[in-house]
């Protein structure tokens, strides 16, 4: 059905649809509306056979859906940012013992210094964890993603994060088509776990494994994800089918054809970036994007295809690895990797901590890409004034105070003369 | 695509435990009446945490995780999922593929038992089952880094029982101080170095006392050198519902430097030199003290372990055994202790 709705209340609608078990719920911004949103369909009686929890922490959120799902429940929660931080540790356990729990991830930059506003560090951060990892380019497609997510989740055996932009989707306000129950119920089955708590059954699960198998259970969360390749394309496809679009999948092409220029980049920003290469390509710029859904698992073949001729690639992604770059940029080098006459490419930074990433700004950096490339890391709109002032002063003095604070009193003191 | 199980009642899985007797009374018991006979005495024992674990001799906690556990499953019908968390009775029953667990068992984190309970008992009541859960872990995992998972447990009232297997340590990790540890005794983060040896006095903090102040429904401390006082208590525990917090005093040979055979001995003069508190609480309020039967002065208790060695050493007698008897005193006289003191509770 259409409405005009929230991003975030659509989003747990459409959990709802999915017919959760056991919701535990923290709140931390930007995900809360999320979870206030089923309490109060378990609340009101929309949705029933599910216990709503308010736990006392996400490391308490993930760690009852642990056991729920250890127990056979089919398991939810949302966290963000700090909050995914101080849950990592059960993040690594629910992939490690294997339990399909899904959870929303609302991005949200990581501090210090605490900003609440919208990245992907948060994401980034748990890119190793065994998850897979979906990132949502629309509120449209954030509602979709969790209703595959649950059937990818349980086929595998394995978690699903499904990672949608702070504040950018969770609130707002747009146009969404939220599924019926029937369609939902006649698309994911029942959950049927491999593994569980059963006294009639009684089994031991998470015992030590030491050197003689460690390697392997390792090897077979690969072997898994290398599986979810496969499944997260089937899904779209049987998705599409049964429910009139396109939704999810490995990633997306726009406009690529016969591109020179390709852009790479995941989650809300792909709207941005789709008006600046129908501009670009209206001037006569052969330009294109293509949009990672998956980051986890990366589907590095299907994007080495897509990439291959290219001349430039411009990766821009919402997060920096301090000391490397781009986390993205770096795994699409592997993908560029042993590619013959691989195109050049270009990492870009931008839109940290909510920082807006405007059409202007995509302009320039695109044309740049081809004409100008630079080496390394750059960073968007950086203000690069308060950052020389600030290098020239700890260089200096000694003592000279806490980095975030000097920055915002220069820029309150003196502007953003940029 | 589910394949057809061969489906049992709960518990049928469990083996049924066979007693090797030599012609004498080993397992005790069999000189009283049927009803007044231990859970440990019966045959029918789930044997929950039965042989070929790799506890150390004389170790305190496997003694007590049996008892406990047995108990429970006599009082649920075997009905019952246990949560560990991470430590010495997670490690030493898992040596896979071996298990020494007769029910159905989850470890997932050293800090998270409670909360993975409290997700374990939500999937059973919203499937509608009877199954009940207990979690279970060492002082460490609960009075320290499982701490508020534990108290967000309680204060939610969720159908767990959680039970601490006390033997004051981090002993896992080879003995280091916990919020369990007693003060003045050795262990290797508090060494019997310097002007004040081993753990600090004025520290710590009491796991039951606060479980009592979460106003759950039942609270109980026990011992395993009473069988049968330990067995009522979690008999009881699993007679209702909501959070329930029972913490028995385990000794541990190796953290605690004493003799293998000395584990019930020593669990025995803890609680009758008035170190060690045995109590219930129901809803808040203490419900029953378990009197001394034979008071000990706290010396007894010390002087058989090596962890308090150092307080034996000089020429002088330690002050600090003092102030140990002092808190002895006062638990005596706050709880009644001593049959004759105040009889209010």
């Known amino acids: 059905m259409l409405k005009q709705i929230e991003g975030s209340k659509a989003m747990a609608e459409a959990i709802a649809l999915c017919r959760p078990e056991v919701i535990c719920a923290y709140p931390i911004t930007p995900q809360t509306h999320i979870v206030e949103g089923l309490g109060e369909l378990v609340k009101d009686g929309h949705l029933t056979d599910c216990e709503y929890i308010n736990v006392e922490s996400e490391f308490a959120a993930l760690s009852v859906a642990i056991g729920a799902s250890a127990a056979g429940a089919r398991a939810y929660t949302a966290t963000a940012s700090q909050g995914l931080l101080y849950m990592a540790e059960a993040v690594y356990n629910a992939s490690g013992l294997g339990l399909p729990i899904v959870m929303t991830l609302g991005n949200r930059a990581i501090g210090a210094p605490i900003n609440i506003w919208n990245d992907h560090s948060d994401a980034m951060s748990m890119r190793d964890a065994g998850w897979i990892q979906l990132f949502a380019e629309t509120n449209q497609e954030a509602v979709d993603l969790h209703i595959q997510a649950f059937k990818l989740a349980e086929e595998l055996s394995m978690p699903v994060m499904v990672c949608v932009d702070g504040f950018i989707l969770t609130h707002a306000m747009e146009?969404?088509?939220?599924?019926?129950?029937?369609?939902?119920?006649?698309?994911?089955?029942?959950?049927?776990?491999?593994?569980?708590?059963?006294?009639?059954?009684?089994?031991?699960?998470?015992?030590?494994?030491?050197?003689?198998?460690?390697?392997?259970?390792?090897?077979?969360?690969?072997?898994?994800?290398?599986?979810?390749?496969?499944?997260?394309?089937?899904?779209?496809?049987?998705?599409?089918?049964?429910?009139?679009?396109?939704?999810?999948?490995?990633?997306?092409?726009?406009?690529?054809?016969?591109?020179?220029?390709?852009?790479?980049?995941?989650?809300?920003?792909?709207?941005?970036?789709?008006?600046?290469?129908?501009?670009?390509?209206?001037?006569?710029?052969?330009?294109?994007?293509?949009?990672?859904?998956?980051?986890?698992?990366?589907?590095?073949?299907?994007?080495?295809?897509?990439?291959?001729?290219?001349?430039?690639?411009?990766?821009?992604?919402?997060?920096?690895?301090?000391g490397v770059g781009g986390p993205l940029a770096n795994n699409v080098d592997m993908a560029l990797r042993n590619l013959p006459d691989a195109p050049r490419l270009h990492s870009a930074v931008a839109g940290l901590g909510g920082r807006p990433i405007t059409k202007p700004s995509l302009h320039r950096l695109f044309r740049q890409a081809s004409v100008q490339p630079w080496e390394g890391t750059h960073f968007l709109d950086l203000n690069e004034r308060i950052v020389g002032r600030e290098i020239h002063t700890t260089r200096k003095k000694r003592r000279s105070g806490p980095t975030a604070e000097n920055l915002l009193r220069r820029l309150a003191t003196e502007g953003d003369a940029r | 695509m589910s394949e057809a199980r061969e489906t049992l009642a709960p518990g049928e899985a469990v083996q049924r435990l066979k007693f090797y007797q030599k012609g004498t009374f080993t397992v005790g018991n069999r000189l009283v009446g049927e009803d007044e006979r231990s859970v440990q005495a019966s045959q029918d024992r789930s044997n929950a945490l039965t042989c070929g674990h790799r506890a150390c001799q004389g170790c305190g906690e496997a003694l007590g995780a049996r008892y406990a556990i047995d108990a429970a499953m006599r009082a649920t019908g075997k009905d019952m999922i246990a949560v560990n968390a991470t430590g010495c009775l997670e490690v030493f029953t898992t040596p896979y593929p071996e298990t020494s667990w007769q029910l159905p068992w989850v470890h997932s984190l050293f800090g998270n038992a409670a909360a993975v309970a409290t997700g374990v008992a939500a999937a059973m009541r919203v499937k509608n089952k009877r199954t009940r859960v207990v979690a279970q872990g060492g002082d460490g995992g609960t009075t320290d880094i499982g701490f508020q998972c534990l108290s967000g447990m309680f204060e939610r009232n969720d159908d767990v029982l959680y039970i601490c297997y006390d033997n004051e340590g981090y002993m896992n990790t080879g003995v280091q101080r916990s919020s369990a540890t007693p003060p003045a005794a050795r262990t290797a983060t508090t060494p019997a170095v310097g002007d004040e040896p081993g753990n600090v006095f004025g520290t710590g903090k009491s796991v039951p006392k606060i479980a009592v102040a979460h106003n759950i429904p039942y609270v109980a401390t026990a011992t395993v050198a009473d069988l049968h006082d330990l067995e009522r208590k979690v008999t009881k525990a699993m007679s209702v519902h909501g959070a329930r917090y029972i913490q028995i005093n385990v000794p541990c040979p190796l953290g605690w430097g004493a003799a293998s055979h000395d584990t019930i001995h020593l669990a025995r003069l803890a609680v009758e030199c008035g170190l060690y508190p045995i109590f219930e609480a129901e809803h808040g309020r203490i419900t029953h003290v378990r009197k001394i039967r034979k008071q000990v002065p706290v010396t007894d208790y010390l002087k058989r372990q090596r962890r308090f060695a150092h307080l034996f050493k000089g020429d002088r007698p330690d002050p600090r055994v003092a102030r140990l008897q002092a808190m002895c005193d006062a638990n005596i006289a706050d709880y009644g202790l001593v049959a004759g003191a105040d009889e209010e509770v």
Do not use: N
């Open chain 1, 175 to 322: 146009r969404i088509d939220v599924p019926e129950q029937p369609q939902v119920d006649a698309w994911l089955p029942p959950y049927d776990p491999v593994q569980v708590l059963d006294p009639a059954e009684p089994i031991s699960i998470g015992a030590m494994v030491g050197p003689e198998a460690f390697t392997e259970v390792r090897f077979l969360q690969h072997y898994k994800q290398t599986q979810a390749l496969r499944l997260i394309t089937d899904y779209a496809r049987d998705f599409e089918k049964a429910f009139g679009r396109e939704s999810g999948g490995l990633l997306r092409a726009y406009r690529v054809d016969d591109a020179d220029v390709l852009v790479v980049a995941m989650g809300s920003v792909c709207g941005t970036i789709k008006d600046v290469i129908d501009e670009m390509r209206d001037e006569g710029i052969a330009i294109g994007l293509v949009t990672i859904v998956s980051y986890r698992p990366f589907p590095t073949d299907e994007l080495r295809k897509m990439l291959a001729g290219a001349q430039d690639v411009v990766v821009v992604e919402k997060s920096i690895a301090v």
